[in-house]
Nanobody, 123 residues
Framework: QLQLVESGGGLVQPGGSLRLSCAAS????????IGWFRQAPGKEPEGVSC????????NYADSVSGRFTISRDNAKNTVYLQMNSLKPEDTAVYYC????????????????WGQGTQVTVSS
């Protein structure tokens, strides 16, 4: 079965950190660009970050640039999102998704999706 599974979400205080993991099964994550998206209640999904197949190129939404870092370990078939200096506005369900070839902001062009992990930033 081809799937992505996110983990690492939780409740954290403002200024804290979390590391999300996106583990692939049934396919080789190294053959895909991996994007992280998030959706807060009542809001449209937002692209957060993306990393190319090789890991040689990454991009970030302006709202997280300088605070979040995406990385991948193809040997472990896993992609990570390190989130530092978290803010209440980062509260959302975070999803990872896989896409052939290069990164894209277009959510609909991603082939495989995880079930999401909740991140809540609150004091």
């Amino acid at each position: 079965q081809l799937q992505l599974v996110e983990s690492g979400g939780g409740l954290v205080q403002p200024g804290g950190s979390l590391r999300l993991s996106c583990a692939a099964s049934g396919f080789t994550v190294g053959n895909y660009a991996i994007g992280w998206f998030r959706q807060a209640p009542g809001k449209e999904p937002e692209g957060v970050s993306c990393i190319t197949r090789s890991g040689g190129s990454t991009n970030y939404a302006d709202s997280v640039s300088g605070r979040f870092t995406i990385s991948r370990d193809n040997a472990k078939n896993t992609v990570y999102l390190q989130m530092n200096s978290l803010k209440p506005e980062d509260t959302a369900v975070y999803y990872c998704a896989a896409r052939s070839l290069w990164c894209s902001d277009l959510k609909g062009t991603y082939t495989y999706w995880g079930q999401g992990t909740q991140v809540t930033v609150s004091s």
